[in-house]
């Protein structure tokens, strides 16, 4: 499968983007998904997880801001950001592995996109 993130962009601290993740194939409902993000000078870490049937995982550091979801008659998976804050800022990547759970593991997800910046100004 291929990924193409795309949404990024510079927003004011409090303000919201919505990240879309387009995915080729026809098996996308059999794929778990999920989102990572990785700053300047830090390792890539864990944002967010939904499983093909729609089961959710956020991490604590984004729960109630961050919002996964995913369409999977449009082979598109999303993340509604919302209250950015500076330390939000990162390039954002999505990521698929074929299973039927939710995976927070980097090194779980077999498919990944290219990427895309998001800057939270303060």
């Known amino acids: 499968v291929q990924l193409q993130a795309s949404g990024g962009g510079l927003v004011q601290a409090g303000g919201s983007l919505r990240l879309s993740c387009a995915a080729s194939?026809?098996?996308?409902?059999?794929?778990?998904m999920g989102w990572f993000r990785q700053a300047p000078g830090k390792e890539r870490e864990f944002v967010a997880a939904?499983?093909?049937?729609?089961?959710?995982y956020h991490a604590d550091s984004v729960k109630g801001r961050f919002t996964i979801s995913r369409d999977n008659a449009k082979n598109t998976m999303y993340l509604q950001m919302n209250s950015l804050k500076p330390e939000d800022t990162a390039v954002y990547y999505c990521a698929a592995t074929m299973t039927d759970r939710t995976v927070v593991a980097t090194r779980s997800y077999d498919y990944w996109g290219q990427g895309t910046q998001v800057t939270v100004s303060s």
């Open positions: 194939g026809r098996t996308f409902s059999s794929y778990a």
């Open positions: 939904i499983s093909g049937s729609g089961y959710t």
